[in-house]
Each structure stands twice: as structure tokens, then as C-alpha cells.
């Protein structure tokens, strides 16, 4: 059921994600008169990234096909390099040594420097993950779309830039930041990690229930749809 339910959504994601892509990319013709829709693109497109990275990561922890990490593998590593050209066993790798020594200076997404600074902390994270395979593969795909295929480059920089950017923004802030940085209130065990008391609805539009991050680092085998539940019974309501 886990990975009926899992596949179904994983599906649904990436099938949304590249119509909306093909569709702003190779039908929509970006005017002034309709920049606030290819806004409205670039918002979706954003979010439906953040998705598509979420599915990766519960690829990652095997919970998106239990039992099956040929499959898992497949499937995390095509969504990964499609988001932003990553490199599959690299970002697994840094994912489980996060989990291993999370919010220590061995934890590949925290800045120990600046542990409350979101722009430092979020130019460290990006410098570690985004490297010359990603600049490689960002520019081939722009360079198609505006030498070979014509498209405008305004037009690829609001419907296919600016989402790629923002969801990296989104993933961050609610998925590393706002659950790893050190404030004065601490952390109440050695994951390291808080959860935001979103409702699930908001957590869902955040970043997929990613902000649920206690819950996750205390059962990493939960897939991202089934953490509000994880929440509840783990002694956290939600707020209504």
C-alpha cells in the first residue's frame, strides 16, 4: 500500500511538474500583458519542484518503494538530476551523514559558522551542493532553449530560472533552516531538529510536509505523505 500510494503521488508530481514545464517553456508566449501568469507558472512550477526533490529524498531513505532500492535508486536519481542535474549516490551519501550528525559540523547541510544566519548559511549550502555538474547542466538546457529552440530568454528566466532558484530558497528555509538553526530554545533530543506547528494543509503547501523534520529524523522510513499522521501519533497534534 505504501508504495501504491507512493508511486501514485510520485507519478502525479513529475506528470504535473513537466506539462506545466513543456507547456511554459514551448506554448506560452510571454507578454506584458501576461507576466503576472507566467508569475503564476512560476509559483506552481516552484512548488511542484520542491516536490520533486521530496520524492527523491523519501527515494533516498528506501520509503518511497520499501523493499525495492533498484527501483528507488531509479527513480531518485532520474528526479534528482532533472532538478537540478545532482548526482544521485553524492547527495544520499551527504543526506545519511546529515542524519548521522545532524547540526554538527559533520552534518554536510549545516553551517557551524553561521547557525542562525539564514543568507551566509543558505551560500555555504548552496556552495556545497551546487557544483560544476549542475552549472554544466543548467546551462545546457538554457542554451537549447534560447539558441536551438528560440525561446525567449526573459521567458527562461521567469518560468524555468526563477522557479528552479526559488525552490531552492523553499527547500532550505523550511527544510533545513528553520528546523536546524540554534536558537535560544534549544533542541529536545540529539536529532537536532524541531517541527513547525503548521496545519497539514500548510505544511503540505510549505514544502511537503518537510517541515514535519522531527518527526523525520525520528522515523526516517515515513514517506513525506504520511508524516501529519506520524505527527499525531507521536504525541504532536496539529494545529487546526
Known amino acids: 500500500m505504501q508504495a501504491a500510494i507512493g508511486l501514485t503521488l510520485a507519478v502525479a508530481i513529475f506528470a504535473a511538474w513537466l506539462s506545466l514545464h513543456i507547456y511554459a ?17 512560476a509559483l506552481v512550477q516552484c512548488w511542484l519542484s520542491v516536490g520533486l526533490f521530496i520524492v527523491s529524498h523519501d527515494a533516498m531513505h528506501g520509503s518511497l518503494v520499501p523493499g525495492a532500492p533498484r527501483l528507488n535508486g531509479f527513480i531518485g536519481g532520474s528526479l534528482l538530476f532533472l532538478y537540478a542535474g545532482f548526482a544521485w549516490r553524492k547527495m544520499r551519501d551527504a543526506h545519511f551523514a546529515h542524519h548521522r550528525n545532524a547540526g554538527t559540523r559533520g552534518d554536510p547541510d549545516f553551517d557551524a559558522d553561521n547557525p542562525r544566519s539564514f543568507w551566509r548559511w543558505y551560500f555555504t549550502f548552496l556552495k556545497r551542493y551546487f557544483g560544476w555538474g549542475s552549472l554544466l547542466y543548467v546551462s545546457t538546457i538554457v542554451t537549447i532553449y534560447w539558441l536551438v529552440v528560440g525561446v525567449n530568454m526573459a521567458q527562461i528566466v521567469l518560468v524555468f530560472g526563477l522557479p528552479a532558484i526559488a525552490s531552492s530558497i523553499q527547500l532550505f528555509y523550511f527544510g533545513t533552516y528553520r528546523p536546524h538553526r540554534q536558537d535560544n530554545d534549544g533542541f529536545v533530543d540529539r536529532h537536532n531538529a524541531r517541527s513547525d506547528g503548521f496545519s497539514p494543509l500548510v505544511s503540505l503547501a510549505t514544502c511537503f510536509h518537510f517541515g514535519y523534520h522531527h518527526e523525520h529524523h525520528r522515523f526516517p522510513q515515513t514517506p513525506w505523505w504520511a508524516l501529519p499522521g506520524r505527527r499525531e501519533k507521536s504525541g504532536n497534534p496539529l494545529e487546526s
Do not use: H
Not at 25 to 41: M, T, Y
Open 25 to 41: 517553456i514551448f506554448v506560452f508566449d510571454l507578454g506584458w500583458g501576461n507576466i503576472p501568469v507566467a508569475l503564476a507558472i
